[in-house]
């Protein structure tokens, strides 16, 4: 009896896993579709980049402003979680800072259409905006202490300032062809740096 309930319980995790990684896959697959074609991008595009059926995507995410959440939560939280691990990875603290906001300004750059698709539901938004300020404000400011501490930038800036220079850098960046918000992001990061 109780080797049954183990197998029952461990099925249950077992399926449980698998799910997270199933959704996992779609968001990634409609995250990578956003990139190239938008929020607007086609279901059956998402499904073919995911490998599943379009049914699956509907039974996860029922409506496309769903999906669109789902995918920029799950950006937050994958630019959330690897700043802790640059600053433990890197070679110094503003390599790690460098890194970091390279990984944001391209997550800035790739949102295309999402402000325009939230536009409708603007509480929606404004829940949004709150839970990015809330997940990664606290990672930026980490990083740029962890950059003072060392000596290697100076500490007049505060987290906020930083990601919303970022932000104004990286404005219109998907539609003009001359224009290289990265590049530009690499030299405010480069203009914080102490001479040597």
Known sequence: ???SGLNVGG???SKRKDARRNQQTLLDAAAAVFVTSGVEAPVRDIAAEAGVGMGTIYRH???RADLVIAVYRHQVEACAEAGPALLAAGPTPYAALGQWVRLFADFLVTKHGLAAAM???NAGFEALHAYFLDRLLPVCTELLDAAVAAGEIGS??????LMRGIGNLCIGAET???YD?????DVLIA???HPR
């Open 1 to 3: 009896m109780s080797d």
């Open 61 to 63: 995410f029922p409506t």
């Open 119 to 121: 536009q409708a539901d």
């Open 176 to 178: 003009d062809s001359r």
């Open 181 to 185: 918000a990265r590049r530009m992001v």
């Open 191 to 193: 203009g914080l740096r």
């Open 11 to 13: 099925t249950a995790a």
């Open 156 to 161: 007049d800036l505060t987290a906020y300032q």
